[in-house]
């Protein structure tokens, strides 16, 4: 039996986890260890992280398994992308980290595009999708305002690795959380000196740029006294939650496409090089950084955010039914009866989501769903007709850089959507590709995948994969009702042309 465990911290937008993980007789094994949840904080007009909040639940994590006499091997920090701490000369934490919704940054990005750089020129440096929420812009909001802490930054680091030097005192850039902010160019996976000039922002304020499964450092006198731990190593896995997720792709070869499926649905293929022309520009794909010196060339869709908010507005009863009893009753009802188009602009983040598909239906001349049953369906159906249409870019994409033997022959999907048997089915159906779906806790298990291979007991993503593909009962779906789903398709595509 392998003793080796792997604590992993996992933090998303609104909780987080800690989590130990071994290998053992060729399968990855996990088990929570604590749960919390991570709430912005509001005052002045703007939005915060608790950066010391979760310090705390880190630090309530390392002294359970100390207590429960769990020896670890290795800490790894993975959490959501593009926001940052700022820290003086002195070492201290300057205020708390503005969180990507604080609502400066919409203004800043437009009074960047229009003053500083254009939407093309960014893309042209970056290959990272133009959103409001991107740390470029962040930082230009601050300059304007004349952020007090932002002035006095001797150095800044992105929340994983701002986390890290609580921890070890040593600072870092984790190159896939980096990769998040619309600051590094593209082609050197380094920072853009353009782009850094024009916020006015020099390289020395950032970390030393490092991989996933680099050692930053161990746990400082200071944590081993507070926790009871030794000098355990901290390593930087894959800092950016959905890097992490990706490197856990049960995938057999390089012939699949992946879609984590969560609030967001994030579509994409694993490439070698960055994929930045005028089509993928036109397209808004993106280029993130990825494990192995690899890019996750993907497009955000709007996933289940759709769902879980109608979920919220139905009444007692209804909510009180299980996802797959809800699935059971949208099967029930007329399939493509009414289709919306998920990342329309009314549905970001309206009053009323079940208004809201009430109004784009009623707009765009279509029966109007009433009952849970029809607006699941067509939430599920709309979801299916989205990823063909991404799916399709994709391919079209892809293709110059994949030879066409090697071209996508499924579709992974993890994370908590892969729970979804009806939405993954569809999807099948919609693409005609087979689906396989699982793990649902991909975030952490690439977590600790990675910090297994820095320890030296997996050689690289492929043998990580395959263990995690023995670990995890995989559901397969296979593609039905081709001629169905292309009427669907043509359907869907009038619908969302003409709106």
Known sequence: MNNDYFFAIDLGATSGRTIVGRINDGKVEQQEITRFPNNLTRHGGH??????????????????????????????????????VCIGDDGTILGEPRAYRDPSTADAMDDYLNNVMSRRDIYRITGIQIMSINSLFQFHAMRRQGNSALKAARHILFIPDALAWMLTGEMVCEYTIASTSQMLDSNTREFSTTLLDSIGLDRKMFGRMVEPGTTIGTLSAEIQSMTGLGAVPVIAVAGHD???????????????????????????????????????????F???????????????????????????????????LSHTELQVMARQVEPFRSIIFPDDTLFANPQSMTDAIKTYCRNTHQPVPETPAEICRCIFDSLALRYRQVFGYLKELSAATTPAENGIKVLNIIGGGSLNTMLNQSAANALNIEVLAGPQECTAIGNIMVQAKAAGMVTDRWQMRQIIANSTQLTAYHPTNRETWDAAYDKYMNIITQK
């Open 47 to 84: 939005v915060y992280w608790n950066i010391h909040a979760l310090y705390l639940e880190i630090i309530k994590g390392l002294k359970e398994v100390a207590h429960r006499g769990i020896t670890i091997t290795s800490i790894g920090i993975d959490t959501w992308g593009v926001d940052f």
């Open 286 to 320: 993106t280029n993130e950084g990825g494990i192995e010196h690899t890019i996750r060339f993907l497009k955000n869709i709007c996933g289940m955010w759709l769902y879980e908010s109608c979920r919220r507005e139905f009444n007692e009863s209804m909510r009180q």
């Open 242 to 284: 959905t890097a992490s997720a990706v490197a856990a792709v049960p995938a057999q070869d390089r012939s699949f496409a992946y879609l984590s499926s969560g609030t967001w649905s994030l579509m994409g293929i694993e490439t070698a090089h960055a994929i930045v022309n005028d089509r993928s520009y036109e397209l808004n």
